[in-house]
């Protein structure tokens, strides 16, 4: 009987032993695939826009998570209402945080508070105080003031202070031309799956080595945004300054992502971008035909009737000039009158395209993204024609666009933001990429999706980041500390008890069965052993 008892308690420690292994493991293993989420939030200039992401950890990359965005139908009911419809499927408020400056309660009510609630409802809520929410300001921000700029920041704290997830006032700020393309090519190379061999180019060893890697993917990207556009590249001899395509304004920037460091180079085109070239085209037509013939303020009446050439027939309205640059920076109010022309308003995107461009001589990929997507796209729409990989066939359809009467316009497109504007654009877009512009064929130029922003790349840099901070302070990633330990520990607690209880209750079963079998034998070896005897 000893013995059978012997053995139970070797099988009890055995499973025991066992059971606290699996206990100690089941953490970290829920660890590594619980997801944890980020909100960027973009502060643009024609308006504020939310971006969610949730990561998961990956165990060959510690230091590069599995992102996936979040879309904005994740709670439907929350995503604010605009005036028309857009391009972009994304969660928007307008106008831009810039024009809600003279409301001392707009920042608040009418641009960040409708996108915190769709961020709270697309978060879990156990996990709002684990989850950074970052406010970046791109080119509407740059053209403030300086004090405009501050004020801007200091109210867009205060509601991010207030609100359910975790902020730092250092997260709100306004980032530069170039770290905006440098998003964008780390959220366009990590959606086409090349950020690793481009950063094998540039990988750091633990000794601070710099390893060459000679035959590295180059890509490019075009970010065409409301304000200003950007090119950035991982082009090696552009880096240099030994390419005859880099021009005296491209500024050089190292971005780490992982453990390895990009080396790009980004050109920031101020006021090139859409909403910026628009007024650019107004302040050029105030001028005279095109912008040739000159005339003086004192020769403009006030409000100036401007013909437009990129405009539909029947179109009249007043417009207020947003840059108020030109001969006539003075007049802010306009009037514009449609005077369709094809071959006028192909020669006014031409002198819109000038200090917009340089020619790009490499062989590698570029890939067009934001604005480069919209105008083909709503062209695609008003036309009832195809999308097609060609960026030359978006004059062909701004032609056939720019045909149609302004009521036709407005009774089949009229919920269109900014659809008056497409007939410009629609020239404009493929001028920038043409011979008279970056001088891309098509075979080298991709179009980008409309899901793809920058702020996925600004969410893998800032989590890549943090994740690499507590790698140096507690040798792993997943050191969590604070709320969210403690959040992401009652995350979890549901599962790991489950598995416990499930673990218990097997070693148990097992236990039971083993002591009671064995006993069975004993049993049965004794009568035997007793008669024998006899």
């Known amino acids: 009987m000893m013995l059978v008892f012997r053995k139970g308690a070797r099988a009890c420690t055995l499973l025991l032993f066992i059971w606290a292994f699996l206990v100690l493991l089941l953490p970290s293993l829920a660890a590594w695939k619980r997801p944890r989420y980020i909100l960027i939030i973009d502060g643009g200039s024609s308006g504020t826009r939310s971006y969610a992401f949730s990561y998961t950890m990956s165990q060959s990359e510690p230091l590069l998570p599995i992102f996936q965005g979040i879309p904005p139908s994740a709670a439907l009911a929350k995503v604010p209402r605009k005036q028309g419809t857009g391009m972009y499927d994304r969660v928007e408020t307008q106008p831009g945080m810039g024009d809600l ?31 950074p929410v970052l406010l970046l300001a791109t080119g509407g921000a740059r053209s403030l003031s300086k004090e405009n700029r501050e004020q801007l920041l200091q109210r867009a704290r205060q509601v991010l202070g207030d609100g359910p997830f975790v902020f730092q006032p250092a997260w709100a700020r306004v980032i530069t031309g170039t770290s905006e393309g440098a998003f964008s090519f780390v959220s366009q190379a990590y959606s086409r799956g090349m950020l690793r061999s481009i ?67 980004t050109t920031t085109y101020k006021h090139c971008g859409l909403m910026d070239t628009w007024d650019r085209s107004i302040s050029l037509l105030l001028q005279g035909a095109n912008g040739v013939e000159a005339k003086s303020p004192s020769e403009i009446k006030s409000p100036p009737e401007i013909k437009i050439p990129c405009l539909h027939r029947g179109f009249s309205a007043p417009y207020n000039r947003h840059l108020t640059y030109g001969i006539a920076p003075a007049i802010t109010t306009v009037y514009l009158v449609g005077a369709p022309d094809e071959q006028r308003c192909a020669k006014l995107a031409r002198a819109l395209t000038k200090p917009c461009t340089t020619a790009l001589q490499g062989q590698g990929e570029y890939v067009g993204t934001s604005g480069f997507y919209v105008v083909p796209q709503f062209l695609s729409v008003a036309t009832h024609v195809p999308t097609s990989p060609r960026y030359e066939d978006m004059r062909s359809l701004a032609k056939v666009f720019l045909s149609m009467p302004w009521d036709q316009v407005q009774s089949q497109l009229g919920h269109h933001v900014n ?31 409309r899901d793809m922003s920058w702020t996925l790349g600004a969410a893998i840099v800032e989590v890549s980041e943090r994740l690499a901070e507590s790698q140096r302070l507690t040798g792993t990633t997943l050191g969590l ?51 024998e005897q006899v």
Request: overall charge neutral; some cysteine.
């Open 101 to 131: 400056l003279a409301d001392p309660s707009g920042i608040k009510d009418k641009a960040l508070q409708p996108l915190l609630e769709w961020g709270k409802a697309s978060i879990p809520q156990r996990l709002h105080a684990c989850t």
């Open 199 to 265: 950063q094998g180019g540039n990988s750091l060893e633990k000794g601070g080595d710099q390893q060459e890697q000679p035959h590295q993917p180059v890509l490019g990207i075009l970010d065409l945004g409301g304000s200003s556009l950007e090119v950035t590249t991982n082009e090696p001899r552009q880096l240099l300054g030994l390419s005859a395509r880099a021009s005296p304004e491209a500024i050089p920037i190292n971005v780490t992502v992982g453990d390895a460091e990009l080396q790009l180079s």
């Open 419 to 449: 659809v008056e504007k497409y007939g410009l654009w629609g020239l404009y877009a493929p001028t920038l990429l043409g011979p008279d512009g970056f001088n891309l064929s098509s075979t080298r130029l991709t179009i980008g999706t």
């Open 481 to 531: 500390s604070g709320a969210c330990s403690a959040e992401m520990s009652r995350g979890g607690a549901f599962f790991l008890g489950s598995a416990v209880l499930l673990v218990m209750v097997v070693l148990a079963k097992i236990l039971i069965s083993y002591v009671f079998f064995s006993y069975l034998r004993h049993r049965a070896r004794i009568p035997a052993r007793s008669f």
